[in-house]
């Protein structure tokens, strides 16, 4: 472990309650190393003690199944400096867990994660603190309001825009009614090929005349109407309705 330990560093040396043996023999080697301060703590009662975030030049950790939840892994991350290595040592080989560390360590925000053997990993703690924060660069230009994002819905000071200003008066004129009118097979406003409902002929502009009542009454039916009027035989229609006549009909007798 010596090699990841530097003169002056300050090292927690994290064991197992499962495995003791060699932990102080281990942890002697590294303090005879010039200026070096050494923390050994137990992985059960590790989130009990009192470091702050970036404490820790190097963690060195004995590890097992209990010993590499994502909690204790994210507390590694927080005790170490940044671009500082953690150790992770399996004392005993667990196929199941060591196939699913690396993915488990990358998961969890570790970089530069290296499987040195078949039960050593080392991981380092990103470039920056846990928890910081960067100003944002808008190219030298100081942002304007139309560059900065308004994140709180409850500032009163937002600026809403005016559904009336979205509108101009053309928007708000009804259509005509006839403009709406739709072929009755197609159901477009596209006339079909034997089209008699009078759509084609709207559509190219050309109406064909509507014959006019003389007495106003040829929409009451046969009853009110006169032997030469053009609906005779016709049912009844609403005022103003239009009427499509076969030619027979509009033939004179």
Known sequence: ?????????HVLYVWISKVQSGLEKAVSEI???RDVVVSVENSERLEDTTYTNSTFDVII???????????KLKLFLNLVKPQKPVVFIFLKKDESTLQNFEFQLKSSGYVNVLKKNNNVFVAEKP?????????????????TSS???????DDDDDEMINEDDLLDESDKKKPDEASLRVCGTTGKRKACKDCSCGLAEELSG????TPKSSCGSCYL???FRCASCPYLGMP???PGETIQLSSDQLMST
């Open 221 to 223: 039916g046969d009853a």
């Open 147 to 153: 560059t900065v994002w308004k994140l709180d819905g």
């Open 61 to 71: 950790s004995h590890c097992s199944n209990d010993s590499t939840t994502p909690d």
């Open 127 to 143: 470039n920056y603190e846990i928890g910081s924060s960067v100003k944002l660069s808008f190219g030298g230009k100081k942002p």
């Open 206 to 209: 050309q109406t064909k005349e």
């Open 31 to 33: 303090r005879q190393l």
């Open 1 to 9: 472990m010596e090699e990841y330990v530097k003169p002056g560093n």
């Open 236 to 238: 009844a229609f609403k």
